[in-house]
């Protein structure tokens, strides 16, 4: 049993798409663990993605990330990680697989309707990064 989080981004809340990708993870086998929906701060994601600060695109990724509405969940089920990651598809949406969630509802590379743990390292952090401990509750 892993544990990973999971985003869905502005553009796919904007486009009332929340339903569709939870869908879409329950079918496949992952549980809710936690989730809020929330609006993050410049700050806050500046934190969230500080290991990508010196990238070029930060800037436009932070000012993304914070033009509206994110839900934010831990996913927990058995390789939550890699499953998570095989049900986003490729960060690309050009070259995301049929039917997963980027191919389906990203718009672009940087607007690309979810974000998911790359590593089990991550998850921890990233899980530790938006909830309390005892907001994160076990159905295993
Ligand atoms: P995510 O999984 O949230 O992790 C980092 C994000 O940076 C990534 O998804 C993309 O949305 C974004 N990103 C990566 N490469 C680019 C790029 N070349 N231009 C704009 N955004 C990018």
């Not at 997963?100 to 991550?122: C, P, W």
């Amino acid at each position: 049993m892993e544990r990973t989080l999971s985003i869905i981004k502005p553009n796919a809340t904007i486009d009332n798409n929340i339903g569709n990708i939870i869908k879409k993870f329950e079918d496949e086998g992952l549980r809710i663990a936690a989730c809020k929906l929330t609006v993050l701060s410049k700050e806050k994601a500046e934190g969230f993605y500080i290991e990508h600060k010196e990238r070029p695109f930060f800037g436009e990724l932070v000012s993304f990330m914070t033009s509206g509405p994110v839900v934010i969940m831990a996913l927990e089920g058995e390789n939550a990680v890699d499953k998570n990651r095989q049900i986003m598809g490729a960060t690309n949406p050009a070259e995301a697989a049929e039917g997963t969630l980027r191919k389906l509802y990203a718009k672009s590379i940087g607007e690309n309707a979810v974000h998911g743990s790359d590593s089990l390292q991550s998850a921890e952090r990233e899980i530790n990064y938006f909830f309390d401990k005892n907001e994160v509750i076990s159905r295993f």
